[in-house]
């Protein structure tokens, strides 16, 4: 007999396909909830039933779509409700059954000052205060997360300025100033545990994971189980997290995080998450355990139905995130229609992406998670860095490339990377030589798919066909790219043409890649990264200024701040406003010295992307 009749996850997206997944398997009924604009987005079709609400955070309406669609209980992923504590209420108020800890607990341990006492009363290390530490010093807000309410300070003149301003976007974006301040860690580890409790008085941990790999406070790659800590490090953060579980009661799935000081061996306590994390899937791979098949078990109130050594590691999993991102620019978020989109076969892939599907910057920018598993660390690397090559997104851009660069570097190899390398470190952005010839290839079939003299006619771009052994020195008049640029001979043996997929042997090395090439449009993705060689005219507004002073959106998103008038003065370089989209800020500059002429949108506007936001005219000589 299923745990549940019915289930209704209170979340879009990827996970709420995976935890439909669970439910199927399980015999539940799933229930799903969508908004207007995500009508027929994959997580809608995959449910059972689906009930329109206005917005994801609309608590009454999620709650009133429960009850109305028969659900017994309500799982809410991650993000949007899952760790708000009136909304669990608002569930269990309701008469159904929520996917989780408790609301006092979710209270408890959703601000970073009450956790803090929590953890010091079980006995669990925590982050020293600025006041028993020299300079540099963090201060952070209580409540939220996310880097929002955020500032380093090196030195005493710097603190007044840097409470003010964290206060103040503490305050904006959670309700709440208060702040803490606290030693900050120069070079450090960001390692968290799995930890799980039941109604019956049991707690236990499932291991922990690495999240050091992230940018901004944004993690980019996970895995599991931490390849840099001792057996002494590791036991601290194990039974520290099971101490606190316990100290707070916690029941369900839960995540303790931990900073491990790289200069001291110290590890400290930073934050508990009450709910599902995004990285689950690496704990799931080496251990075995479904965490949402546990979920549901302990929300129905049976116990966890197993104890801490009966929890074993197997091997070495790693996992991405793939954002909606131009990671080699700045990291702006991106929004489009996909074109072609190909997940790779041989590793888990958790997305809700689909060809000809439409990405707006309306929520998230994560699209997927990739996973692969593997005997040992190296394993699992050499098949991250292969389910990358094997990935494309093609009609925006995304991190991919950049996910690739990083998987197979160095760096990550010998797990060097710390929480701020990616800060310290620029990533190399792929060479596009090999992208812009495959490009040629694909181009030179095409053209000459009516003449019957040249080596491609008995082969082309076809849909299916045996290998093709013709190499071709590729002309140097061929070219895709834009007017000034040429492409170089090379030897190209076609090995298969089909579906998009090109495979080709180019100067004797082999090279796999997804391409669209059609009248005024070239695009390919190759080892991941996604290069548009298409004329210039499908990509002119892009740029953030013109040389005559206009000054454009980079992205759509919502203007947060102006900072100036028309009339008004401005340097070269001076901040006009800020925008923001998928989490993201950026800062709109003025191109050159010179007088504002246009201000094109005011704060809380959306805006496309592209629009002209502000218009500088240039100071006379």
């Known amino acids: 007999m299923a745990v549940f009749e019915s289930v209704l996850v209170a979340n879009r997206g990827e996970i709420a396909r995976r935890v439909f997944r669970t439910c199927r398997e399980l015999g539940i009924r799933t229930i799903a909830i969508y908004t207007a604009l995500d009508a027929d987005a994959p997580h809608v079709r995959d449910a059972d039933e689906a009930v329109e609400v206005a917005s994801y955070l609309d608590a009454d309406a999620v709650v009133a779509a429960a009850v109305d669609a028969g659900a017994e209980a309500v799982h809410p992923g991650y993000g949007f409700l899952s760790e708000r504590a009136e909304f669990a209420r608002a569930v269990a108020k309701a008469g159904l059954t929520w996917v989780g800890p408790t609301p006092e607990v979710i209270e408890q341990m959703g601000r970073k000052d009450a956790a803090r006492e929590i953890a010091v009363a079980a006995g669990v290390p925590v982050v020293p205060r600025g006041e028993d530490s020299p300079y540099p010093l963090l201060v952070k807000a209580a409540a939220g997360g996310g880097g929002k309410g955020m500032r380093i300070v090196r030195s005493p003149e710097e603190l007044d300025e840097a409470r003010g301003a964290a206060a103040r976007e503490a305050l904006n974006a959670f309700g709440d100033e ?11 580890r960001h390692i968290e545990v799995q930890v799980f409790g039941d109604t019956h008085g049991n707690v236990i941990h499932l291991f922990e994971r690495d999240c050091s790999t992230q940018r901004r406070h944004q993690k980019v790659i996970e895995e599991a189980p931490a390849p840099t800590l001792t057996d002494q490090q590791r036991n601290l953060v194990l039974t520290s997290a099971v101490a606190l579980a316990k100290q707070v009661g916690y029941t369900g799935a839960g995540t303790v995080e931990f900073l491990l000081d790289d200069a001291t061996g110290d590890a400290y306590f930073l934050e508990m998450n009450t709910r599902l994390q995004v990285e689950h899937p690496v704990t799931e791979e080496i251990t075995g355990v479904d965490l949402v098949a546990l979920q549901l078990r302990v929300a129905a109130g049976e116990p966890l139905g ?26 702006l978020p991106q929004a489009g229609r996909t074109s072609i989109v190909r997940w790779p076969e041989g590793a888990r892939v958790e997305h809700a992406l689909e060809s000809e599907q439409v990405v707006s910057t309306a929520y998230d920018p994560m699209l997927a998670k990739i996973i692969v598993h593997g005997a040992d660390r190296e394993e699992a690397r050499a098949a991250m860095v292969k389910a990358l090559d094997a990935t494309a997104v093609l009609g925006l851009t995304t991190n ?75 002309d140097r008049s061929v070219t895709v790219d834009r007017p000034a640029s040429r492409v170089e001979d090379h030897v190209v043996r076609q090995i298969s043409a089909a579906d998009h997929v090109l495979v080709a042997v180019v100067d004797g090395v082999r090279h796999r890649a997804v391409a669209n090439v059609q009248p005024g449009l070239a695009e390919i993705v190759h ?95």
């Open 178 to 188: 208060t702040l803490l301040i606290e030693k900050y860690v120069e070079r450090g």
């Open 306 to 331: 197993m104890t801490q050594d009966d929890v074993r590691v197997d091997g070495h999993a790693i996992e991405v995130r793939v954002y909606a991102e131009d990671a080699f620019e700045g990291f």
């Open 400 to 474: 991919t490339g950049f996910l690739r660069v990083l998987a197979a570097s160095d760096a990550f190899r010998d797990a060097e990377i710390d929480t701020a390398w990616l800060d310290r470190n620029e990533v190399p952005a792929p060479d596009p030589d090999v992208a812009r010839t495959l490009v040629a290839w694909v181009s030179a079939m095409l053209s000459a798919v009516s003449d019957t003299t040249t080596p491609f006619r008995a082969d082309g771009w076809r849909l299916a066909g045996s290998p093709a052994p013709t190499i071709v020195d590729l």
């Open 527 to 621: 080892q991941g990264h996604r290069f548009d060689f298409s004329p210039p005219d499908r990509v002119a507004g892009a740029a953030s200024h013109h040389s005559d002073g206009a000054v454009e959106a980079k992205m759509p998103g919502t203007v947060i701040e102006v900072r100036v008038a028309v009339g008004d003065t401005v340097e070269d370089g001076q901040v006009l406003g800020v925008m923001e989209a998928m989490k993201m800020e950026v800062s709109l500059k003025a191109p050159f010295a010179g007088t504002v002429t246009v201000v094109g949108a005011g704060a809380g506007s959306q805006v496309p992307l592209g629009a002209e936001l502000f218009v500088v005219e240039a100071t006379d000589d």
